[in-house]
T-cell receptor
Framework: DTGVSQDPRHKITKRGQNVTFRCDPI?????LYWYRQTLGQGPEFLTY????????KSRLLSDRFSAERPKGSFSTLEIQRTEQGDSAMYLC?????????FGSGTRLTVV | TQLLEQSPQFLSIQEGENLTVYCNSS?????LQWYRQEPGEGPVLLVT?????EVKKLKRLTFQFGDARKDSSLHITAAQPGDTGLYLC????????????FGKGTKLTVNP
């Protein structure tokens, strides 16, 4: 098991474009989380899946953001019509119960 | 809104010194987790404490959860340059999801 994988590691996009990130969790973990981290801050919760069900979403997740976890395996996070304020590190984590394993993150820069 | 206040925000010490990082809140958490994060990487879990008053030791690191489950501390003995990094505390929220509320982190630099 190689841990949690995120792809891509870095993404530069123009304002207004759509972007999609992928997360492959540890296979036996049924919980999957997305967080966002900006410079000088700790990670902030975005959304939570238990298996394929999206059970909780933060108010930070505007209608431009959508996340899926088909068949309870990998997950995708899509941002539509990106804005400069979306620039951040997007972190995925998986967990069996408590204690997360984080991926290395996707660094998004919106220019 | 649950908040975790972490202090100090920055800490620069010499190799061999001891240090303590604090994490405080007015909210009760189901668990308290400590992570260490390197630049450009995701946080790595160091420890999870779940019982009020619990103390866990990991080599030179000692973690304590407050009796009321609202605060925690991380103590490092005889710090080494390899301990350099960003230390994050995170509180587990009650309600089943175990989503985490993170502090802003303590950036530790240990100089040789």
């Amino acid at each position: 098991d190689t841990g949690v994988s995120q792809d891509p590691r870095h993404k530069i996009t123009k304002r207004g474009q759509n972007v999609t990130f992928r997360c492959d969790p540890i296979s036996e973990h049924n919980r999957l989380y997305w967080y966002r981290q900006t410079l000088g801050q700790g990670p902030e919760f975005l959304t939570y899946f238990q298996n394929e069900a999206q059970l909780e979403k933060s108010r930070l997740l505007s209608d431009r953001f959508s996340a899926e976890r088909p068949k309870g395996s990998f997950s995708t996070l899509e941002i539509q019509r990106t804005e400069q304020g979306d620039s951040a590190m997007y972190l995925c984590a998986s967990s069996p119960t408590r204690g997360y394993t984080f991926g290395s993150g996707t660094r998004l820069t919106v220019v | 809104t649950q908040l975790l206040e972490q202090s100090p925000q920055f800490l620069s010490i010499q190799e061999g010194e001891n240090l303590t990082v604090y994490c405080n809140s007015s909210s009760v958490f189901s668990s308290l987790q400590w992570y260490r994060q390197e630049p450009g990487e995701g946080p790595v879990l160091l420890v999870t404490v779940v019982t009020g008053g619990e103390v866990k030791k990991l080599k030179r690191l000692t973690f304590q959860f407050g009796d009321a489950r609202k605060d925690s501390s991380l103590h490092i003995t005889a710090a080494q340059p390899g301990d350099t990094g960003l230390y994050l505390c995170a509180g587990g929220t009650q309600g089943g999801s175990e989503k985490l509320v993170f502090g802003k982190g303590t950036k530790l630099t240990v100089n040789p």
